[in-house]
Protein backbone atom coordinates (compact mmCIF):
# COMPACT_ATOMS: atom_id res chain seq x y z
CA UNK A 1 0.00 0.00 0.00
CA UNK A 2 1.41 3.19 -1.40
CA UNK A 3 1.40 6.35 1.53
CA UNK A 4 -0.73 7.98 -1.41
CA UNK A 5 -3.84 6.10 -0.85
CA UNK A 6 -3.74 5.90 2.65
CA UNK A 7 -7.09 8.26 3.17
CA UNK A 8 -6.87 11.43 5.84
CA UNK A 9 -10.27 11.84 7.24
CA UNK A 10 -10.90 15.53 7.86
CA UNK A 11 -9.01 17.63 10.92
CA UNK A 12 -11.49 18.73 13.41
CA UNK A 13 -12.56 22.06 14.13
CA UNK A 14 -14.38 23.97 16.54
CA UNK A 15 -17.73 23.32 16.17
CA UNK A 16 -17.70 20.01 15.39
CA UNK A 17 -19.27 16.95 17.11
CA UNK A 18 -17.88 13.79 18.37
CA UNK A 19 -18.79 10.86 19.56
CA UNK A 20 -17.96 8.62 22.74
CA UNK A 21 -18.97 4.91 22.57
CA UNK A 22 -18.02 2.00 24.41
CA UNK A 23 -17.27 -1.03 22.11
CA UNK A 24 -15.71 -3.35 24.96
CA UNK A 25 -15.72 -2.94 29.05
CA UNK A 26 -18.28 -1.25 30.86
CA UNK A 27 -17.87 2.69 31.95
CA UNK A 28 -20.39 4.60 34.23
CA UNK A 29 -21.44 8.27 33.85
CA UNK A 30 -19.13 9.21 36.36
CA UNK A 31 -15.81 8.22 34.71
CA UNK A 32 -16.84 9.50 31.57
CA UNK A 33 -18.48 13.50 32.29
CA UNK A 34 -14.53 15.10 33.16
CA UNK A 35 -13.53 14.03 29.83
CA UNK A 36 -16.76 15.05 28.04
CA UNK A 37 -16.31 18.33 29.73
CA UNK A 38 -12.79 18.55 28.10
CA UNK A 39 -13.63 17.77 24.80
CA UNK A 40 -16.30 20.31 25.62
CA UNK A 41 -13.42 23.21 26.20
CA UNK A 42 -12.00 22.26 23.00
CA UNK A 43 -14.95 23.65 21.15
CA UNK A 44 -16.37 20.00 20.23
CA UNK A 45 -20.02 19.31 20.57
CA UNK A 46 -20.00 15.71 22.78
CA UNK A 47 -22.49 12.94 21.94
CA UNK A 48 -22.89 9.96 23.69
CA UNK A 49 -23.50 6.63 22.39
CA UNK A 50 -27.03 5.17 23.19
CA UNK A 51 -25.56 2.33 25.24
CA UNK A 52 -22.63 4.16 26.57
CA UNK A 53 -23.47 3.69 30.11
CA UNK A 54 -25.24 0.32 29.46
CA UNK A 55 -24.30 -3.47 31.24
CA UNK A 56 -24.28 -6.79 30.04
CA UNK A 57 -21.49 -8.89 32.38
CA UNK A 58 -18.12 -7.16 31.68
CA UNK A 59 -19.41 -5.40 28.67
CA UNK A 60 -21.13 -2.21 28.15
CA UNK A 61 -24.10 -4.11 26.60
CA UNK A 62 -24.46 -7.11 24.56
CA UNK A 63 -22.55 -7.51 21.27
CA UNK A 64 -25.57 -6.10 19.32
CA UNK A 65 -25.94 -3.03 21.15
CA UNK A 66 -21.70 -2.40 21.37
CA UNK A 67 -22.41 -2.77 17.31
CA UNK A 68 -25.25 -0.27 17.13
CA UNK A 69 -23.75 2.45 18.77
CA UNK A 70 -20.80 2.01 16.28
CA UNK A 71 -22.62 2.29 13.86
CA UNK A 72 -24.79 5.03 14.12
CA UNK A 73 -21.90 7.23 14.97
CA UNK A 74 -20.23 6.02 12.03
CA UNK A 75 -23.10 6.79 9.52
CA UNK A 76 -23.95 9.91 11.07
CA UNK A 77 -22.69 12.47 9.02
CA UNK A 78 -22.63 15.01 11.75
CA UNK A 79 -20.11 12.79 13.54
CA UNK A 80 -16.18 13.82 13.33
CA UNK A 81 -14.72 11.84 15.02
CA UNK A 82 -15.77 8.36 16.98
CA UNK A 83 -13.61 8.16 20.60
CA UNK A 84 -13.67 4.92 22.34
CA UNK A 85 -14.23 5.12 25.53
CA UNK A 86 -12.07 2.44 26.90
CA UNK A 87 -10.43 -0.34 26.07
CA UNK A 88 -10.98 -3.65 27.93
CA UNK A 89 -12.00 -7.13 25.62
CA UNK A 90 -14.93 -6.67 23.31
CA UNK A 91 -13.80 -4.82 19.95
CA UNK A 92 -13.27 -8.49 18.60
CA UNK A 93 -16.75 -9.17 19.03
CA UNK A 94 -18.02 -6.59 17.47
CA UNK A 95 -16.06 -5.98 14.07
CA UNK A 96 -17.78 -8.30 11.78
CA UNK A 97 -21.14 -6.64 12.59
CA UNK A 98 -20.17 -3.39 11.34
CA UNK A 99 -20.85 -2.07 8.06
CA UNK A 100 -18.55 0.36 6.81
CA UNK A 101 -20.09 1.20 3.41
CA UNK A 102 -20.67 5.05 4.48
CA UNK A 103 -17.69 5.43 6.43
CA UNK A 104 -16.11 4.90 2.77
CA UNK A 105 -17.28 8.14 1.68
CA UNK A 106 -17.38 10.14 4.48
CA UNK A 107 -14.34 9.02 6.45
CA UNK A 108 -13.99 10.33 10.09
CA UNK A 109 -11.52 9.83 12.71
CA UNK A 110 -11.61 6.66 14.81
CA UNK A 111 -9.69 7.31 18.54
CA UNK A 112 -8.42 4.54 21.18
CA UNK A 113 -5.72 2.31 22.10
CA UNK A 114 -5.54 -1.23 23.50
CA UNK A 115 -8.27 -3.40 22.56
CA UNK A 116 -9.33 -0.50 19.75
CA UNK A 117 -6.36 -2.09 17.91
CA UNK A 118 -8.88 -4.19 16.09
CA UNK A 119 -10.68 -1.23 14.48
CA UNK A 120 -7.21 0.52 13.90
CA UNK A 121 -5.69 -2.98 11.84
CA UNK A 122 -9.11 -2.93 10.12
CA UNK A 123 -9.53 0.14 8.83
CA UNK A 124 -6.19 0.44 7.55
CA UNK A 125 -6.31 -2.61 5.88
CA UNK A 126 -9.85 -2.67 4.82
CA UNK A 127 -10.38 0.34 4.28
CA UNK A 128 -7.03 2.55 3.45
CA UNK A 129 -8.16 5.03 6.28
CA UNK A 130 -5.85 6.80 8.94
CA UNK A 131 -6.92 6.62 12.51
CA UNK A 132 -5.27 7.48 15.74
CA UNK A 133 -3.61 5.58 18.35
CA UNK A 134 -4.13 7.66 21.76
CA UNK A 135 -5.52 8.25 25.21
CA UNK A 136 -9.05 7.52 25.97
CA UNK A 137 -11.44 9.48 27.86
CA UNK A 138 -11.12 7.12 31.37
CA UNK A 139 -7.44 8.34 31.08
CA UNK A 140 -7.78 11.74 30.44
CA UNK A 141 -6.98 13.37 33.66
CA UNK A 142 -4.24 10.88 34.19
CA UNK A 143 -1.70 12.85 32.28
CA UNK A 144 -2.16 16.21 30.42
CA UNK A 145 0.83 16.08 27.83
CA UNK A 146 -0.78 12.94 26.67
CA UNK A 147 -5.08 14.22 26.63
CA UNK A 148 -3.63 17.84 24.64
CA UNK A 149 -1.59 15.32 22.06
CA UNK A 150 -5.06 13.82 21.38
CA UNK A 151 -6.38 17.46 20.99
CA UNK A 152 -3.52 18.26 18.30
CA UNK A 153 -3.49 14.76 16.19
CA UNK A 154 -7.28 15.55 16.11
CA UNK A 155 -6.87 19.18 15.07
CA UNK A 156 -4.32 18.33 12.85
CA UNK A 157 -1.57 20.08 14.27
CA UNK A 158 1.96 18.24 13.55
CA UNK A 159 3.12 15.77 16.00
CA UNK A 160 6.66 15.87 16.81
CA UNK A 161 8.04 13.45 19.65
CA UNK A 162 11.59 13.71 21.14
CA UNK A 163 12.21 10.31 23.69
CA UNK A 164 14.80 9.36 26.07
CA UNK A 165 14.59 5.43 26.51
CA UNK A 166 14.44 4.40 29.79
CA UNK A 167 14.63 0.16 28.74
CA UNK A 168 18.54 -0.31 29.41
CA UNK A 169 18.67 -1.81 26.45
CA UNK A 170 19.96 -0.08 23.56
CA UNK A 171 18.24 1.30 20.70
CA UNK A 172 19.34 0.22 17.26
CA UNK A 173 20.98 3.61 15.91
CA UNK A 174 19.21 4.74 12.58
CA UNK A 175 16.44 6.89 10.21
CA UNK A 176 13.38 5.78 8.82
CA UNK A 177 10.36 6.77 6.54
CA UNK A 178 7.41 5.02 6.57
CA UNK A 179 3.60 4.68 7.19
CA UNK A 180 2.92 4.49 11.24
CA UNK A 181 0.96 0.97 11.95
CA UNK A 182 0.34 -1.36 14.97
CA UNK A 183 -0.96 -1.35 18.03
CA UNK A 184 -1.31 -3.61 20.86
CA UNK A 185 0.70 -7.02 20.36
CA UNK A 186 -2.09 -8.99 21.97
CA UNK A 187 -4.65 -7.95 19.13
CA UNK A 188 -2.01 -8.25 16.31
CA UNK A 189 -1.27 -11.64 16.96
CA UNK A 190 -5.18 -12.49 17.60
CA UNK A 191 -5.55 -10.56 14.36
CA UNK A 192 -3.39 -12.60 12.35
CA UNK A 193 -5.01 -14.77 9.38
CA UNK A 194 -8.40 -12.31 9.45
CA UNK A 195 -9.58 -10.14 7.25
CA UNK A 196 -8.15 -7.38 9.46
CA UNK A 197 -4.35 -8.36 9.84
CA UNK A 198 -1.87 -6.14 8.73
CA UNK A 199 0.06 -5.84 6.45
CA UNK A 200 3.66 -4.37 7.81
CA UNK A 201 5.69 -4.27 5.10
CA UNK A 202 7.87 -1.14 4.24
CA UNK A 203 6.24 0.04 7.11
CA UNK A 204 7.30 1.52 10.91
CA UNK A 205 5.53 -0.93 13.35
CA UNK A 206 4.87 -0.22 16.75
CA UNK A 207 3.81 -2.19 19.69
CA UNK A 208 2.73 -2.08 23.02
CA UNK A 209 1.20 -4.62 25.90
CA UNK A 210 0.12 -4.92 29.44
CA UNK A 211 -0.17 -7.54 32.10
CA UNK A 212 1.10 -10.60 29.49
CA UNK A 213 3.23 -13.56 30.65
CA UNK A 214 6.80 -12.89 29.54
CA UNK A 215 6.49 -16.66 27.79
CA UNK A 216 3.25 -15.32 25.91
CA UNK A 217 5.34 -12.41 25.02
CA UNK A 218 7.51 -14.72 23.25
CA UNK A 219 5.59 -16.98 21.80
CA UNK A 220 3.79 -13.69 20.35
CA UNK A 221 6.96 -12.30 18.67
CA UNK A 222 7.75 -15.83 17.31
CA UNK A 223 4.25 -15.70 15.26
CA UNK A 224 4.88 -12.28 13.93
CA UNK A 225 8.21 -13.00 13.06
CA UNK A 226 7.23 -16.28 11.49
CA UNK A 227 4.69 -14.90 9.30
CA UNK A 228 7.26 -12.33 7.99
CA UNK A 229 5.72 -9.52 9.50
CA UNK A 230 9.01 -8.60 11.09
CA UNK A 231 11.34 -9.03 7.80
CA UNK A 232 10.85 -6.17 5.99
CA UNK A 233 10.04 -3.03 8.10
CA UNK A 234 11.29 0.48 7.96
CA UNK A 235 11.71 0.70 11.67
CA UNK A 236 9.75 -0.52 14.90
CA UNK A 237 9.10 1.82 17.79
CA UNK A 238 8.38 -0.22 21.07
CA UNK A 239 6.35 1.34 23.52
CA UNK A 240 4.73 0.26 26.99
CA UNK A 241 5.49 -3.39 28.01
CA UNK A 242 3.60 -2.71 31.34
CA UNK A 243 3.10 -4.97 34.68
CA UNK A 244 4.50 -8.20 32.55
CA UNK A 245 4.16 -11.32 34.68
CA UNK A 246 6.07 -14.07 35.15
CA UNK A 247 6.05 -17.89 36.13
CA UNK A 248 7.55 -19.87 38.98
CA UNK A 249 10.46 -20.70 37.27
CA UNK A 250 11.80 -17.01 35.82
CA UNK A 251 11.54 -16.66 31.65
CA UNK A 252 14.89 -15.04 32.39
CA UNK A 253 14.43 -12.17 29.83
CA UNK A 254 12.58 -8.77 30.01
CA UNK A 255 9.85 -8.04 27.59
CA UNK A 256 12.01 -5.58 25.65
CA UNK A 257 15.14 -8.38 26.07
CA UNK A 258 12.07 -10.94 24.17
CA UNK A 259 11.06 -8.43 21.63
CA UNK A 260 14.84 -7.80 20.63
CA UNK A 261 15.63 -11.31 20.38
CA UNK A 262 13.06 -11.18 17.22
CA UNK A 263 14.28 -8.30 15.95
CA UNK A 264 18.45 -8.60 16.14
CA UNK A 265 18.77 -10.01 12.81
CA UNK A 266 17.60 -7.17 11.34
CA UNK A 267 19.32 -3.78 10.13
CA UNK A 268 16.16 -1.29 10.61
CA UNK A 269 16.26 1.38 13.80
CA UNK A 270 14.86 -0.26 16.69
CA UNK A 271 13.31 2.66 19.16
CA UNK A 272 12.21 1.45 22.53
CA UNK A 273 10.72 2.94 25.29
CA UNK A 274 8.33 5.47 23.28
CA UNK A 275 5.32 6.38 25.70
CA UNK A 276 2.73 4.99 24.25
CA UNK A 277 0.37 2.25 25.35
CA UNK A 278 -0.88 1.05 28.99
CA UNK A 279 1.56 3.61 30.42
CA UNK A 280 0.87 7.37 32.21
CA UNK A 281 2.18 8.81 29.15
CA UNK A 282 0.44 7.62 26.07
CA UNK A 283 1.28 10.33 23.49
CA UNK A 284 -1.29 9.84 20.46
CA UNK A 285 -0.10 8.98 17.06
CA UNK A 286 -1.74 8.93 13.69
CA UNK A 287 -1.38 5.65 12.55
CA UNK A 288 -1.52 5.24 8.63
CA UNK A 289 0.33 8.56 8.36
CA UNK A 290 3.82 9.06 7.09
CA UNK A 291 6.88 9.46 9.51
CA UNK A 292 9.83 9.81 10.18
CA UNK A 293 11.59 8.33 12.54
CA UNK A 294 15.05 9.06 13.93
CA UNK A 295 16.90 6.54 16.50
CA UNK A 296 19.53 6.88 18.43
CA UNK A 297 21.00 5.07 21.12
CA UNK A 298 19.13 6.75 23.75
CA UNK A 299 17.31 9.16 22.11
CA UNK A 300 14.90 9.33 19.40
CA UNK A 301 12.82 11.65 17.34
CA UNK A 302 9.38 10.95 15.40
CA UNK A 303 7.83 13.84 13.68
CA UNK A 304 5.07 13.80 11.14
CA UNK A 305 6.12 14.53 7.22
Request: aromatic share 10%; with cysteine; proline share 4%.
Amino acid sequence: MKPSEIKLPPYLKRGDSVGIVAPARKISREEIEPAAAMLRDWGLNVVFGQNLFGACDQFSGTDEERAADFQEMIDNPQIRAVICARGGYGCLRVIDKLDFTRFLFQPKWIVGYSDVTVFHNHIHTQLNTATIHATMPINFLKDAESTDSLRRALFGEALRYTVTNQTMLPNRAGIAEGQLVGGNLSLLFALQGSRSDIDTRGKILFIEDLDEYLYHVDRMMLSLKRTWKLSDLKGLIVGGMSDMKDNTIPFGKRAEEIIWDAVKQYDYPVCFGFPAGHETRNLALRFGELVRLGVGEEDSLLKSE
